[in-house]
């Protein structure tokens, strides 16, 4: 399944592969995005000397099919970047890719901060680590009051990889964390019950909760259930499932979450979104479809990406494998091809990262208006000490 604009021998045709698992709703809003994006930057910019073309690939939730997916895309299309894919533990099989192909992944949806370019050169994150929530979450339970507080939160690394900021945070405004309490992604609703009915034995009362929407609308339903939503139990769930609320998934679980406080990403208002809104809109038939946070970020992905390849005047990245010179159609690991301009796959990465973290400061018309820094850890410690990214909703 693959795209592209342009067919001008005189431009450059930049191959750029994108794994989603699309029998998702989450991907194909984000596809929708990134098409949406590429049509319209070139539409902006028609004397540009670079085309993106893109090649997408289904990896069908599955983790094994990520990596294939992605080992496809390197050793048989010779893409010069890959945008996906949706989780931070596929994330992480692919950043391991990068390394050794030397060719830039960019995720728009990887938010654990297990994930760091400190790790790999070639990684892109073109969103918010989950890390910068924690400050926002320990002024809430200061704000009440509140000295005890349970952390529910799903097991993997999505999941774990806030809990050490989340904890030093609510230490430091004098906030004991009276367990931790790990839920399995794939933890049937008997289970989820037991845990709840455990914890419902405990003293404490406020519940800090971080997970997914396909487990956090569950875990909320069966503490409807059992009585875990009344008077005197406080809920906090952060933006990995509250980022959903009004968007075109997950829509018909609202009710649920009523008597919930949340974190949300903030996306001031702007002509670039109000317009890009009525587009949306179009495309999906409905009044009051509005793309989430994911897709927003999707979109100035490849904002970012196709800047930087004009600016860095990229060409395709070249390859070298001596094992694989003689073969053809592989996706084995170890015929995994290499760029021999991996130089230059870095410099489109830190290109990437600066355009994506400067955007709003510059002007530029992107529609997230988050001043991602990539990881850039002071940038965004200024940033955060500014003006905090998340925003407090209360649902009645």
């Known amino acids: 399944m693959d795209g592209g604009l342009g067919q001008n021998p005189t431009r450059h045709e930049i191959k750029v ?25 070139y539409q902006a910019h028609p004397n540009y000397r670079t085309r993106l073309a893109l090649h997408v690939r289904d990896f069908m939730e599955d983790i094994v099919e990520a990596t294939v997916a992605a080992l496809d895309l390197i050793n048989n299309e010779k893409v010069s970047a890959i945008i996906g894919p949706r989780s931070s533990l596929q994330a992480e099989f692919m950043i391991r890719l990068a390394n050794k192909s030397q ?19 070639y990684f892109v994150r073109a969103t918010l680590n989950d890390s910068f929530q924690v400050r926002a979450i320990a002024a809430i339970v200061k704000s009440f009051e509140w000295r005890r507080v349970v952390i529910i939160y799903v ?17 430091d405004v004098h906030v004991f964390v009276s367990t931790r309490s790990v839920i399995s992604l794939e933890a049937s609703n008997d289970q989820i019950t037991n845990q709840l009915y455990k914890l ?93 946070v994911f897709a927003l970020r999707a979109y100035d992905s490849i904002t970012a990406l196709a800047t930087a390849v004009e600016k860095t005047n990229t060409k395709n990245l070249r390859y070298d494998n001596l094992i ?58 200024r940033y955060v000490l500014m003006d905090l990214s998340i925003t407090c909703l209360l649902w009645p």
């Not at 794994?19 to 590429?38: A, E, G, P, Q």
């Not at 290109?351 to 529609?367: F, I, P, Q, R, W």
């Open 324 to 381: 694989s010179a003689f073969l053809n159609n592989t996706t084995d690991l170890g015929t995994l091809g290499v760029s021999r301009d991996g130089p230059l796959g870095h410099m489109l990465a830190m290109v990437c990262n600066g355009l994506l973290g400067c955007m709003l400061a510059t002007g530029y018309d992107e529609l997230s208006s988050q001043r991602l820094a990539m990881d850039q850890q002071a940038v965004m410690d």
């Open 103 to 121: 060719v830039p992944i960019i995720t728009f949806s990887g938010t654990s901060p297990l994930l760091t370019p400190i790790r790999s050169p």
């Open 200 to 292: 419902m034995t405990m003293q404490t009362r406020v519940f800090v909760a971080h997970m997914p929407p396909n487990l956090g609308f569950r875990v909320i339903q069966k503490a409807r259930d059992i009585g875990m939503m009344g008077e005197g139990y406080v809920w906090i769930f952060t933006d990995g499932m509250t980022n959903w609320i009004g968007s075109t998934e997950h829509g018909s679980n609202l009710e649920n979450m009523q008597g919930v406080l949340g974190l949300r990403s903030r996306i001031p208002n702007s002509k670039e979104l109000g317009n890009f809104s009525l587009r949306w809109e179009k495309i999906f038939g409905q009044a009051n479809a509005k793309p989430n």
């Open 17 to 41: 592969g994108v794994v989603l698992d699309l029998k998702t709703n989450f991907s194909k809003i984000c596809l929708t995005s990134i098409n949406m994006s590429l049509s319209e930057f």
């Open 155 to 171: 097991d993997n690394e999505f999941g774990e990889g806030m809990m050490p900021n989340l904890s030093d945070a609510l230490r």
